[in-house]
């Protein structure tokens, strides 16, 4: 009688929770948290405490994703209209009496200081997910416009914050919901052709456009230097062209092997500026030059593969929206850091996932992970 009431081992009353966890995904962002930490350490050798809180808000996030690892997707399909609501109404807090700190209004002090758009890159496409789950089946042109405005409305409050880097996080994941829905191609082309074609113009202009004392219409004046510094970076080299300059020289003075770990003049001497935030990735390159970038863009690709793989697996729509969406929240991170700091693309203020310092984003990347552990344990759920 003894043996039917003996207490398993702790490992076996572990393991249904550890089954939350998917290998392969796992396995990528421990390589690439595991850059992180390379990176951070040199990258922040004189910035105090850099490393340890880095480091720390990295098991921050490895708890949240833990835990959500552990909510089944229906029950994140419950939360999905509460959060979007909270996260509406704090953005409203937020453009009524938020803090403002260097020209953008951005944060609640609500105790400690928030951000409250950072909820909104989960809320979104949890909202749209469920949207498309509950007209699955009778998707007409309304559901789509529906769908568009429940994206417009966020956006429209963090582009006035102004926020244009967290904007545009939100987008991606907001039209990669849209998009994997079954938007037509018809509806998708025209958009991109027009941009193409502005893109163009706006090359051929460039002098005219970036000329002294002309504005751009809606768009903040830092915005359009931005652009006109991308355009011709040497038009103000010691100024607003400083940041992409310097990324620049520091990712190709560290060559095919890069100049070792804690040997990066470019990081050490302070040329590199923001370089454990924004401009880590020109801090990583010259370390560990052409070879490293592979690698660390290798994991990048192998993690938004995995993840894409999970959500063509998942058993409901709910879950494959999801899944692709957070997924491709992922690789514009990447995309979009890794582009600005090259200098293919405006400087907007991405942090590069894994790498970069600072704790919102830390969290907001854990609970992503979290989200997809979830969705790839269910997929093993139904199919047992």
Known sequence: MADVFETPPVWR??????????GPLAAAA??????????MYSS?????????????NMLLAAGIMFVMAQIPP????????PLYVLGMSLLVAVAVFGVTRKGAQRWLNVGITVQPSEILKIAVPLMLSWWFQKREGQLRPLDFAVAVTLLALPIGLIVKQPDLGTAILVLAAGLSVIFFAG??????????????????????FEPQLCAEGVRWPLLHDYQQQRICTLLDPSRDPLGRGFHIIQGMIAIGSGGFWGKGF???????????????????????SEEFGLFGNLLLIGGFVFLVLRGLAIALEAPTLFSRLLAGSITLIIFTYAFVNMGMVSGIIPVVGVPLPFISYGGTAMVTLGMSLGILMSIAKSKRLVQS
């Not at 922040?44 to 720390?56: M, P």
């Not at 302070?270 to 401009?279: A, K, L, S, V, Y």
């Open 13 to 22: 009353r572990l393991l249904p929770w550890l089954l939350g966890f998917d």
């Open 30 to 39: 421990l390589v690439l948290a595991g850059a992180g930490l390379l990176t």
């Open 44 to 56: 922040g050798y004189d910035h105090g405490s850099r490393f340890e809180d880095h480091a720390r």
């Open 74 to 81: 229906q029950r994140l399909m419950s939360l999905a209209v």
């Open 183 to 204: 938007l037509s191609w018809k509806l998708i082309l025209p958009p991109v052709l027009l941009a193409v074609l502005g893109v163009g113009l706006m090359l051929g």
């Open 262 to 284: 804690m040997q990066g003049t470019q990081t050490h001497l302070e040329f590199i500026p923001e370089r454990t935030t924004d401009f880590i990735f020109a801090a990583f």
